[in-house]
Nanobody, 125 residues
Framework: EVQLQASGGGLVQAGGSLRLSCVASGRHPDNYNMGWFRQAPGQEREGVGCITGSGGSVHYLDSVKGRFTIASDHDKNSWFLQMNSLEPEDTALYYC??????????????????WGQGTQVTVSS
C-alpha cells in the first residue's frame, strides 16, 4: 500500500519562503503524476502544482506561477514544493498527492489516488 508523508510547513512572514517535502512509501509505477494541493478554511481544495511521472512537464495554479517550483527525486521516491514570495493568501493546509491528471487544469483537479496527511502553511502579513 502506498502512503505519503508530507513535511515542511510552518509560520512565515509575507515575502518569506518555505519548502515542502513529500515521501512516498510502498511500490507504485514510475509514471504516476505527483503534486501538491491546498485547502484554506471555508474553501475547496485546489491543485497548486504538479509534475508528471516522467518529470517532463510541470504545471501550476495561475496565482502561484513564478513563485512556486515543484521538483521530484525518483531515486528517493519524493517530491518537493519550493514556495517563495509567500503571501497571506497562500495560507492553507497543503497536501501532497500521487496519481492524478497533471495538466494546465491543475486548479480544477480535486481527486487523486493517494494523499498525504497535510502540512499547515501560515503566512502572516
Amino acid at each position: 500500500e502506498v502512503q505519503l508523508q508530507a513535511s515542511g510547513g510552518g509560520l512565515v512572514q509575507a515575502g518569506g519562503s518555505l519548502r515542502l517535502s513529500c515521501v512516498a512509501s510502498g511500490r507504485h509505477p514510475d509514471n504516476y503524476n505527483m503534486g501538491w494541493f491546498r485547502q484554506a478554511p471555508g474553501q475547496e481544495r485546489e491543485g497548486v502544482g504538479c509534475i508528471t511521472g516522467s518529470g517532463g512537464s510541470v504545471h501550476y495554479l495561475d496565482s502561484v506561477k513564478g513563485r512556486f517550483t515543484i521538483a521530484s527525486d525518483h531515486d528517493k521516491n519524493s517530491w518537493f514544493l519550493q514556495m517563495n514570495s509567500l503571501e497571506p493568501e497562500d495560507t492553507a493546509l497543503y497536501y501532497c498527492a500521487l496519481d492524478f491528471p497533471c495538466s494546465d487544469n491543475i486548479g480544477r483537479i480535486y481527486a487523486a489516488a493517494y494523499w498525504g496527511q497535510g502540512t499547515q502553511v501560515t503566512v502572516s502579513s
